[in-house]
C-alpha cells in the first residue's frame, strides 16, 4: 500500500522536478532574455495572486465554465437520451450531430461575438457548443448501449416510458455518460482559455492574451499557463472521483 | 392461499397453442418454433429441455410476453398474453441484476407502490430467504455469481408473481453452486408454490427439478415428448427410477450415454 502510494505521488512529483530543473537549465545555457525561468514565473505567479488578480481571473474563467458546461449537460442528457431511446430521433438528427462535431468550437469565436458581442454570454456560448456534443454523444450512445435484459426487466417489472428511462435506462448508461461528462469538462476548460483570449476581456486565457499583449511579460503568460494547467488538473480528479461511487464503479471495472 | 395438494388435479395455468415462430431478415428465414402446444397447471413445475440453440429460450420469452409469436398464442389464467407482467417474473440467464443497485436496491426493485415499512419488511423476508443476511448493502460487482443469482430470484419473488421463467438460470455458475442453488430453488418452491418454466440444456438438471420435462427437438423446435417425473422430492440421485428415467430422456435426444 505505502509503496503503491509512493509510486503514484512521489514517482509523478519527481518527474515534475526533474521537467523544472530541465526548464531552468535550458533558460540559463541559451541565455534567453525572452523566454523566463522557473523562478521569475514563480514570483509571477505571486505577485498575480498578492494583486487579486490570478484569484478573480480563476473565478471568471471558472464562472463561465460552470455556465457553459451546466447549461450543456442540462440540454444535452435529456438531448442524448432521446437519440439512444428513439431510433428515429437518431436518425433525423444524427446526420446535423455528425456534420456539426467536426467544426472545432474556435471556429466558431466570430459567430459567438456577432451574437452576443464581446461579453460573458460570448465565452459561455463556445462552452456551452464545445462540450454539448460529447455529453450527446455520449448520453446516446450509453442509452443504445443498454443490455436488452435491463429493460426487459424493467418491462417486467410494470415500468414503461419516462419511468423505465430513469430507473433503468438511465443507471445503466451513466458510466458511459460519465465518461462523457469527463471528456465535455476537459475540452470546455480548453475552449475558455480560447474564448477569453479573443471574446472577453478577463479570465486565465485573458490573462495569458493581455500579458503578452501589455509589455511582454512572458513570465506572468507561463505562470497563468501554469495556473490553467492545475486547475484542469483538478477538475478532471474531481469528476473522477465522481467515477468512484460505489452505485457506478461497476461500469468502470477496467480502469480501476 | 392455501397450497394445492399433488393429488388434486390442478387448473391450468399456461396454455400454450399452436405456437410458431420465425425470423425473417431481408435475406433469410429462420423458424425457429414449429407447432407448440403445451398445458403447464398452476404450481407446476416444468422443465423445457432441448439443445443449444433449438429456440427454446425464443420459447420462454414469447410465454413471458417479450416476443410476439409469428402464429398461434399463449394464455395464461385465460386471457392472452400481450406483454410483460409483474405477476409473471423472468428471470434472465445473463444474470439481469442491475449492477448500480445494492442487493437491497435489486430486491425491492418492483415493490415501488409499497409503503416504505412494507418494503422494508418484504425485502428482509426475501434476503432471508435466499440466504444473503449480511450482504444487503453490497453491490452486484462484490458478490459471486450464485450470490448474483440469488438476488435476481429474491428480487422475482419479492413482488409476489404466479409464475416464474427462469432461462438457464444456473448456466453460469460452477457445478457446485448450481447443486446447491437448485435445492434452494426447490426449497423455494415448496414454500412458495409458484408455476415455474425452466429453460434448461442439461438433461441432469431437469429429472433433479420437474414434475414434468417437455424434450425439444433440434431447430425448429418442436416439442418430442413430455416426460413425466414421478419422483418424490427429495429425489435420489442414485435410485434406479431416477436412473431410468434420465437415460430415457439420453435416448430420446439420441445420445449414447457413454463416452
Known sequence: MSSRRGETVLLPLGAGALLILAWHLAVRWTGTSVFPSPLSVGRGIVDLARKGTLGRYSWDSLRRVAWGYGLALTLGIPIGALLGWRAGAARAVNPVIQFLRPISPLAWIPVAIVLFGVKDAAAIFLIFLASLFPIVVATANGVRGVPSMYSNAGRNFGLSGYRLLSRVVLPAALPEILTGLRIALGVAWIVVVAAEMIAVDSGLGYLVIDSRNAGKRYDLVVAAMLTIGIIGLLLNSLVQRVSRLRAVRWGFREES | ?259
Open chain 2, 1 to 259: 392461499m392455501i397450497p394445492a395438494e399433488k393429488t388434486v388435479p390442478r387448473r391450468t395455468k399456461v396454455e400454450i397453442r399452436g405456437l410458431h415462430m420465425t425470423f425473417r431478415t431481408d435475406e433469410s428465414e429462420v423458424r425457429v418454433l414449429e407447432d407448440i402446444d403445451l398445458d403447464v397447471r398452476e404450481g407446476e413445475f416444468v422443465c423445457i429441455l432441448g439443445p443449444s440453440g433449438c429456440g427454446k429460450s425464443t420459447l420462454l420469452n414469447i410465454v413471458a410476453g417479450f416476443l410476439p409469436p409469428t402464429a398461434g398464442g399463449v394464455r395464461i389464467d385465460g386471457s392472452v398474453v400481450r406483454g410483460p407482467d409483474p405477476r409473471r417474473i423472468f428471470v434472465f440467464q445473463e444474470r439481469g441484476v442491475f449492477p448500480w443497485l445494492t442487493v437491497e436496491g435489486n430486491i425491492g426493485f418492483g415493490l415501488g407502490a409499497m409503503s416504505r415499512e412494507e418494503r422494508e419488511r418484504r425485502v428482509a423476508h426475501y434476503v432471508a430467504l435466499v440466504g444473503l443476511d449480511g450482504f444487503e448493502n453490497a453491490y452486484p460487482h462484490e458478490l459471486s455469481g450464485g450470490m448474483k443469482q440469488r438476488v435476481e430470484v429474491a428480487r422475482a419473488l419479492a413482488v409476489n408473481p404466479d409464475v416464474l421463467y427462469l432461462d438457464e438460470p444456473f448456466g453460469a455458475l460452477d457445478s457446485i453452486t448450481r447443486l446447491v442453488m437448485r435445492s434452494e430453488l426447490l426449497r423455494i418452491w415448496h414454500a412458495e408454490r409458484k408455476t415455474i418454466l425452466f429453460v434448461t440444456h442439461d438433461i441432469e438438471e431437469s429429472v433433479q427439478l420437474a414434475d414434468r420435462v417437455v424434450v425439444m427437438s433440434a431447430r425448429p423446435a418442436r416439442i418430442r415428448r413430455i416426460v413425466d417425473i414421478d419422483l418424490a422430492h427429495p429425489r435420489d440421485l442414485s435410485s434406479r427410477r431416477y436412473l431410468e428415467l434420465r437415460d430415457g430422456i439420453f435416448e430420446e435426444i439420441g445420445l449414447a450415454h457413454r463416452i
